[in-house]
């Protein structure tokens, strides 16, 4: 995706704002058209959707809370990318400072702090920095770093960035009929939301005319901004369903992967296309500092893979202590849900912790204080598959 | 109509584990399957439209080569973080 950026800022729009506004308006009509064909039935029971995301519900219309998330979502995408181009614009090196946008897992960390009202483990932290401190060296660039940009890139981009994940996370944690609000209606509408801040705000900062002429190298280039944004929806919808999932700095920090991967296409692409692509540096010392990068993301990720706990507690219980135990159990850290059942077990709780020592401390010794409690069993989750 | 959730705690044959998992990975019904180290080797969370549906769910999954025995808990009321 982001080499296809590359070539249409090179290729066909070198203004940043008015790339951002053609690629958000084409990206509308795009998305919209995937919404319509995602909503045709497959057959009597599945949308075409559900291949792509198993939880889409075909078109939806988001109301209150949900409606809330997608406009915040969509502000904070606006700010973000308005921000992006701006420093884009302001920086004759931008690439000195654009890896620094890479911190934003930090911001997130404490995004999961106020969701979760929980300290990271020590595992954690080190795993998380590890990869925002690889990614940086990967894509640092020798060009000397404008303090300017530095302050958009730490400050309204990130931001922007932060607000967009947080509501998307939000909006993904929502149930509509039983399932999660799926990624494909998510997108769609937080995309919608976001051309529509990006109308308002870029005329303000590089005048009205921008849209006129957004709107006619919109209509000359179409089909190649199309494709674009086709592949950015694609990406999204997957990193929107990776969102439901874990937690916003773990998806955040494991995206920022791509920095690694795209070392090699780029190689590839600027010996293929050397007019549009710059060759990656790798002399010398430069090159050992991109390699020491890659190990640190990779050191990173597994330690990242090793932190958290999946458990399920089967509860056995007294007579007659109904929804007081489910509110009970449902209020301790790191319970995901609690089931009251029939069956052998009265309740069955689902545990999702950051450790087995959080999960001694904050769980099971909680669980232990609790009188109506006749006995339980603690089952651990070695692998797990998840309709997300 | 409400969606009718229920558990299906599992107990396969030894070496049965891999096979299992993946038959169970292909049911449509099911939302989460966990393999386990405990008193049970499988935990699976389906989600259907009525009681006929989950019968008509367990029998199936009866089917699946390495089986010993599964307990099906479907539940009542839930309380969940993600639900707003």
């Known amino acids: 995706m982001v080499a296809t950026d590359v070539w249409i800022t090179v290729r066909v729009v070198p203004n940043p704002y008015v790339f951002a506004l053609c690629s958000f308006m084409v990206g509308s009509i795009v998305h919209v058209l995937i919404l319509i064909i995602a909503t045709a039935k497959m057959n009597r029971k599945k949308f075409i959707g559900t291949v792509l995301d198993p939880n889409f519900l075909g078109f939806f219309i988001p109301k209150n809370g949900l409606l809330k998330h997608l ?119 937080s995309l919608l939301f976001t051309t529509i801040f990006i109308i308002i705000m870029a005329p303000l900062i590089v005048g009205p005319e921008s849209i006129v ?120 850290k790191g319970v995901e849900y609690v089931s009251a059942t029939a069956g052998k077990y009265d309740y069955i709780v689902r545990i999702k912790i950051r450790s087995l020592g959080k999960a001694y401390e904050n769980v099971l010794q909680k669980i232990i204080k609790i009188e109506e409690i006749i006995d339980f069993v603690w089952i651990s989750v070695l692998k797990e598959w998840e309709l997300v | 109509m409400d969606k009718v959730n229920a558990y299906i705690l599992i107990n396969v044959k030894v070496g049965t584990t891999a096979h299992v998992f993946n038959e169970l990975s292909k049911i449509d019904e099911a939302t989460h399957i966990s393999l386990t180290a405990g008193e049970f080797d499988i935990i699976v969370r389906v989600t259907v439209n009525s009681l006929e549906e989950l019968f008509n769910l367990t029998e199936k999954i009866h089917k699946i080569d390495g089986i010993i025995k599964t307990v099906t808990h479907v539940v009542e009321k839930e309380l969940s973080k993600t639900e707003i």
Do not use: C
């Open chain 1, 213 to 332: 002429l957004s709107i006619v190298i919109s209509i000359a280039h179409f089909f190649v901004i199309a494709l674009d944004m086709l592949l950015a929806f694609f990406a999204y919808v997957l990193y929107i369903r990776a969102l439901g999932m874990g937690k916003m700095s773990v998806v955040n920090a494991l995206a920022s992967v791509s920095v690694v991967i795209s070392l090699p296409l780029t190689l590839i692409l600027a010996w293929v296309f050397p007019d549009v692509y710059i060759l990656p540096d790798l002399s010398g010392v430069f090159g050992l500092v991109r390699i020491i990068g890659i190990i640190f993301v990779f050191l990173g990720m597994t330690a990242l893979s090793f932190s958290e706990v999946v458990g399920y507690i089967l509860i056995k219980s007294k007579p007659g202590s109904g929804s007081r135990l489910l509110k009970k159990l449902s209020t301790i």
């Open chain 1, 71 to 189: 406009i915040l979502a969509g502000l904070g995408n606006a700010i973000s990318t308005i921000s992006y181009v701006y420093v884009v614009a302001l920086t004759q090196d931008p690439s000195s400072v654009l890896p620094f946008t890479n911190l934003v897992t930090a911001y997130l960390i404490i995004g999961d702090l106020m969701i979760e009202k929980e300290k990271p483990v020590l595992i954690e932290v080190h795993a998380f920095f590890m990869i925002i401190l690889g990614a940086i060296l990967v894509s640092l660039s020798r060009g000397i770093v404008n303090l300017a940009g530095l302050a958009l890139v730490l400050g309204p981009m990130n931001l922007g960035t932060f607000l967009y994940v947080y509501e998307q996370k939000k909006a993904r944690t929502i149930k509509i009929r039983g399932k999660r609000y799926d990624s494909i209606n998510l997108r769609v509408w």
